[in-house]
């Protein structure tokens, strides 16, 4: 079954860690281009940070310089380590893979992980 597994949302303090992990399944990760998505309370989906094979490109100007995204392609699986938390990070986070076919593009969404920032 394709599917993509996200694991490590919690609820912390504004100023903590967090590193998120999504797991792939099914399919050719290496193939994929890779993606971390929020979505906050009351609010449309939004795309965070997204890598390909090498370059990764449109960390979202709210994340930049605390965020970084990671893929190993040995173990299928993308990460995003978040550092100095604010309680405006609180939202659920998604993992998105995609790749462009010759039918079109392919999506996989994971089922989101909740991340809560507050004193």
């Known amino acids: 079954q394709r599917q993509l597994v996200e694991s490590g949302g919690g609820l912390l303090q504004p100023g903590g860690s967090l590193r998120l992990s999504c797991a792939a399944f099914g399919f050719i990760f290496m193939d994929y281009a890779m993606a971390w998505y929020l979505q906050a309370p009351g609010k449309q989906r939004e795309l965070v940070v997204i890598?390909?094979?090498?370059?990764?490109?449109n960390y979202a100007d709210s994340v930049e310089g605390r965020f970084t995204i990671t893929r190993d392609n040995a173990k299928n699986t993308v990460y995003l380590q978040m550092n100095s938390l604010k309680p405006e990070d609180t939202a659920v986070y998604y993992c998105?893979?995609?790749?462009?076919?010759?039918?079109?593009?392919?999506?996989?969404w994971g089922q989101g992980t909740q991340v809560t920032v507050s004193s």
């Open positions: 998105n893979g995609n790749v462009h076919s010759a039918s079109g593009t392919i999506n996989y």
């Open positions: 890598i390909t094979s090498g370059v990764i490109t």
